[in-house]
């Protein structure tokens, strides 16, 4: 049994439209490789600050709070 035959939209290459492709059915296999935008593992304990995430979770809380028992007067 023969894969249809597709034309890629971003690049114009033809190729074989197979059931277990990843990505777009309109998109040829390289152009449908995801990039990379993942920060690496140990930036990412940098950014992680437990106070700063304490102080966001605060302002949510009283914002909430506004938000459900305000007086509309």
């Known amino acids: 049994m023969a894969f249809p035959i597709k034309t890629c939209v971003s690049c114009g290459e033809e190729f074989e439209l197979k059931p277990d492709k990843p990505g ?3 998109r040829c296999p390289s152009c449908s490789e995801p990039e990379s935008t993942e920060p690496a593992a140990d930036s990412i304990s ?3 600050d437990p106070r700063a ?3 966001v ?4 809380r009283r914002a909430i709070r506004n938000l459900l028992y305000r007086q509309d007067s």
């Open 53 to 55: 995430e304490r102080e």
């Open 57 to 60: 979770n605060a302002a949510r």
């Open 46 to 48: 940098d950014v992680f």
């Open 24 to 26: 777009f059915a309109n």
